[in-house]
T-cell receptor, first 114, second 113 residues
Framework: GENVEQHPSTLSVQEGDSAVIKCTYSDSASNYFPWYKQELGKRPQLIIDIRSNVGEKKDQRIAVTLNKTAKHFSLHITETQPEDSAVYFCAASRGGSTLGRLYFGRGTQLTVWP | DTEVTQTPKHLVMGMTNKKSLKCEQH?????MYWYKQKAKKPPELMFV???????INESVPSRFSPECPNSSLLNLHLHALQPEDSALYLC????????????FGDGTRLSIL
């Protein structure tokens, strides 16, 4: 099955700096890659996603890049703010018999210091 | 605002009790999911329903019994749970099951005494 590795497990940055979280996946058939943000005690919230026919996608301060050849994708947050502090999960999904199943990374605890 | 509504928000039950968790969405989504999440861990998939039919059961113990009465509702019936079943139970929905964004509810925090 699919295996998603996520790094780092913890990340501390100063307000205004950039943060980068990286994920690798093992199954070349994976074709959908969402990122979720989960604040303490709250639900996972989809913040951005990318499909395998696209190399990069941006939404204001957040961007995701995908390298299909190397099987890795990354989340980039620019001009970080204290409210960006949360756990971020990457995930990968593919079709076939596992349609609908998201394979999650283990998560990154991001702390933004004011 | 959360578009996937889960009730109750908190539930404490004994190991011999029977209870149900409820999930509702009115976005016209035809895929619905149950996840279990332990502290500081990613969500673990339990069940997937596609067009009201069970399409994935991740080898979940029979003390968890899902039900999808219609396209907007998803239930999870609980019976004879164990202390290790204490967790946050999340419901999610997506337009269809094929690689679409999944939107999560706020979850039910379940504690087994």
């Amino acid at each position: 099955g699919e295996n998603v590795e996520q790094h780092p497990s913890t990340l501390s940055v100063q307000e205004g700096d950039s943060a980068v979280i990286k994920c690798t996946y093992s199954d070349s058939a994976s074709n959908y890659f969402p990122w979720y943000k989960q604040e303490l005690g709250k639900r996972p919230q989809l913040i951005i996603d990318i499909r395998s026919n696209v190399g990069e996608k941006k939404d204001q301060r957040i961007a995701v890049t995908l390298n299909k050849t190397a099987k890795h994708f990354s989340l980039h947050i620019t001009e970080t703010q204290p409210e960006d502090s949360a756990v971020y999960f990457c995930a990968a999904s593919r079709g076939g018999s596992t349609l609908g199943r998201l394979y999650f990374g283990r998560g990154t605890q991001l702390t933004v210091w004011p | 605002d959360t578009e996937v509504t889960q009730t109750p928000k908190h539930l404490v039950m004994g190991m011999t009790n029977k209870k149900s968790l409820k999930c509702e969405q009115h976005m016209g989504h035809r895929a619905m999911y149950w996840y279990k999440q332990k502290a500081k861990k990613p969500p673990e998939l339990m069940f997937v329903y596609s067009y009201e039919k069970l399409s994935i059961n991740e080898s979940v113990p029979s003390r968890f019994s899902p039900e999808c009465p219609n396209s907007s509702l998803l239930n999870l019936h609980l019976h004879a749970l164990q202390p290790e079943d204490s967790a946050l139970y999340l419901c999610a929905s997506s337009q269809v099951v094929a690689n679409q964004p999944q939107h999560f509810g706020d979850g039910t925090r379940l504690s087994i005494l």
